[in-house]
């Protein structure tokens, strides 16, 4: 799907520069392209580096390579002092560290979607993953064969606001 989208806006994009079309009325917004593309080369990095270089088994779980977690305990130390500094920061590391740890066992025995009762913290719930699944990466081959995939379908896609895909790649 990662790959789909990328081939998807470089086909897009390249229809754009090659009809004249302004990119800044018919294209995403250069922050979303930005955006977009970080998304994308960050997962391909992410199994990128879980499949040649992370020894042992460790599942690839996208959600912990956020910044959620981070902006959780920055909030969880904003409750404690409202303008910290550093010093106040490293003080109230012992605070923060069970301010935290009750807001996952709080989310852990809880149900989320029962009403709004709070925050609900959820990135360390893995309930019902197969981590066995994400710790299993395909080979080079057939990454290469998804990629092909990829690009026909997102070609099948540009085919269908009547764009012949091939002639945008070969400009």
Known sequence: M?????YFLDSWEAFLNHSGYKK??????CEA?????????????????????????VPLIPWLHSSEACEHVFSEAHQVV?????LDFIYMVPKLHIGLHQAILC???????????GYCHTYFNHTGINLQALVT???????????QI?????????????IVPGQLHCL
């Open 82 to 86: 409202k303008d910290f500094t550093l």
């Open 137 to 147: 990466f395909p080979s080079d081959d057939k990454i290469n064969k998804a990629a």
């Open 33 to 57: 392209v930005d955006i977009a593309q970080i998304i994308i080369k960050g997962y391909i990095s992410l199994v990128i580096i879980h499949c040649d270089h992370v020894a042992g088994l």
């Open 150 to 162: 990829a690009a026909e379908e997102a070609d099948s896609l540009v085919a269908l606001l009547s």
């Open 2 to 6: 990662v790959l789909q989208a990328w």
């Open 24 to 29: 800044a009325q018919y294209f995403l917004s």
């Open 107 to 117: 989310a852990l025995a809880s149900d989320p979607k029962a009403h709004a009762s």
